[in-house]
């Protein structure tokens, strides 16, 4: 387990060191998915190294939202000025994302009759 | 005594999980989708801090740590992708376009919503990754010039809204398989949602998590390209 936490925060901090040199606006953290994603399929990382590391923190993904989303209590006076642009990007934008992805995605799935229910 | 309490990391790390687990057991018994553990975690918890008149900064001393752990969970994501990879092959097509075209319409609609009924240029900034994972959203508002925190919170209400509602609008518009259901969720509302459609269904669920890794890498790379040569 210290180990899989170990190689995930060296991937991070690869991630960060890489972007910041090479100064691609992309986030250390995505380089740093990346940089693992290559480590296991080369061979570099064993996947019971990480598997349990990683497990812990994606199976409490959704815990680790919430501080992010209790900040917005610091932006309360901007919501107020600005509540009606935010809420209407925030619920047209987000139908519209679930819209169109779930559509172009059964368009082009392979066939298969299977459905889900809640 | 109680001051030097609350302005410890101790506060804010015992306050969330305290309310996250009460929100859990509370979602347990009603297996109701309004309440939301996220959605209700982070009600309760504003309440309690302007209830007791508890400044944000003191929370943030234990949030902050909480928050830290979203960089390696992003790192993490690469383990789902890896184990998956055949199951991604077989749906590789409509993955990268149902993606692609999600991330594309999350970006304009979002944006041009916000400028046409009058937000700041900030605000307009901070709405352009509302669908992607927090920590890379607060990476790409970073390096365009946005309010970083706000994004944050934009992300996470974005990606409750999606759990609360999406599997229940995909069912209404026609989306019923739980793949194209699972690559919608996570390209919509990315960690959050993907723990809701992981309730849904399993391979919806991975397909979700996937979902937002490669929607983090396009949304940086497309917001970085156009922001960086317009902005």
Known sequence: MVRGFAILLLCLLLGELIVRFCGISL???????VLLLFALRLGLVQLGQVKEAANLLLSNLALLFV??????????????????????SLVLSTFAVLLVTGKVAQRLKPKSGESCDD | MIDSLVDSPLFGITLTLGVYTLAQVLYGRFRHVLLNPVALSIGGIILFLLALDIPFQSYALGGDLILFLLG???????????????EILKYKLPIVAGVASGGITSIVTATSLVWILGGSRELVLSVAPKSVTAPIAIGIVESIGGIAPLAAAIVVLTGCLGAVCGPEFCRRVGIVDP?????????????????????????????????????????????????????
């Not at chain 2, 390696?72 to 055949?86: D, F, I, M, N, S």
């Not at chain 2, 919608?184 to 723990?195: S, V």
């Not at chain 2, 937002?212 to 922001?227: D, H, K, P, Q, R």
């Open chain 1, 27 to 33: 986030p250390g953290n995505v380089a740093g998915m």
């Open chain 1, 67 to 88: 501080p992010a989303g209790v900040g917005v209590m610091v932006y309360l006076d901007i919501i107020q000025t600005s509540w009606l642009p935010i809420l209407a």
């Open chain 2, 179 to 231: 793949v194209s259901m699972g690559i919608a969720m996570g390209t919509a509302a990315h960690g959050i949602g993907t723990a809701r459609m992981l309730e849904v269904d399993r391979l919806g669920g991975a397909l979700s998590g996937l979902a937002i890794g490669l929607n983090g890498m396009l949304t940086a790379a497309m917001i970085s390209l156009f922001f960086g040569f317009f902005g």
């Open chain 2, 72 to 86: 390696p969970a992003v790192v993490a994501l690469a383990v789902p992708l890896y184990e998956r990879r055949q």
